[in-house]
T-cell receptor, first 117, second 112 residues
Framework: EPEVTQTPSHQVTQMGQEVILRCVPI?????FYWYRQILGQKVEFLVS????????KSEIFDDQFSVERPDGSNFTLKIRSTKLEDSAMYFC???????????????FGAGSRLTVL | SQKIEQNSEALNIQEGKTATLTCNYT??????LQWYRQDPGRGPVFLLL?????KEKRKERLKVTFDTTLKQSLFHITASQPADSATYLC???????????FGAGTRLFVKA
């Protein structure tokens, strides 16, 4: 079964450092997403991406965050200068979009745990 | 913006019983509502989707209802098993774009 792949599974970084989290979405999916989940809290939407541009973003997704699809397979989330409160699990997700089923069903990766010290 | 409310208290039930989880939303009624399962340290996994014109949807031991008047969905697991122990998330799409939002989830424990 096709899956969304995320790397690294765990990254530890010092406050102020840049971090790049990588994702390989399902190959025929058109929409890509990043979510985060702080320990013990809910899954929070960060950003959605379609046709090489951001479709929606939340208030969490400020100037410190950026996304990119550098080639036909990878989708990355960059945090420019990490803060302690960025410590969380970051999930990438992809979906085929509405056209295939009339509903936007997401397939998630296993997540990248980011620890900021 | 849409708000989703799920019972934050964990639900403890005995194996073989039916688990019922509740999802309430506060604003406009969405075209569809989804349920996902999340195991500790893992990403959510899609389970079921129900559309606004459907009252009930079933998949194996799972049943979902959708009441757009009450702005509520109920998620049932019949003949529950310890392997059903997980957090179950309700999800809706915000109007106007590709932004699926999740409730905080209800943790289910099924005891053998």
């Amino acid at each position: 079964e096709p899956e969304v792949t995320q790397t690294p599974s765990h990254q530890v970084t010092q406050m102020g450092q840049e971090v790049i989290l990588r994702c390989v979405p399902i190959s025929n999916h058109l929409y890509f997403y990043w979510y985060r989940q702080i320990l013990g809290q809910k899954v929070e939407f960060l950003v959605s991406f379609y046709n090489n541009e951001i479709s929606e973003k939340s208030e969490i997704f400020d100037d410190q965050f950026s996304v990119e699809r550098p080639d036909g397979s990878n989708f990355t989330l960059k945090i420019r200068s990490t803060k302690l409160e960025d410590s969380a699990m970051y999930f990438c997700a992809s979906s085929p979009g509405l056209a295939s089923s009339g509903a936007n069903v997401l397939t998630f990766g296993a997540g990248s745990r980011l620890t900021v010290l | 913006s849409q708000k989703i409310e799920q019972n934050s208290e964990a639900l403890n039930i005995q194996e073989g019983k039916t688990a019922t989880l509740t999802c309430n939303y506060t604003n406009y009624s969405p075209a569809y509502l989804q349920w996902y399962r999340q195991d500790p340290g893992r990403g959510p996994v899609f389970l079921l989707l129900i559309r606004e014109n459907e009252k009930e949807k079933r998949k194996e031991r799972l049943k979902v209802t959708f009441d757009t008047t009450l702005k509520q969905s109920l998620f049932h697991i019949t003949a529950s098993q310890p392997a059903d122990s997980a957090t179950y998330l309700c999800a809706l799409e915000e109007a106007g774009g590709f932004k699926t939002i999740f409730g905080a989830g209800t943790r289910l424990f099924v005891k053998a």
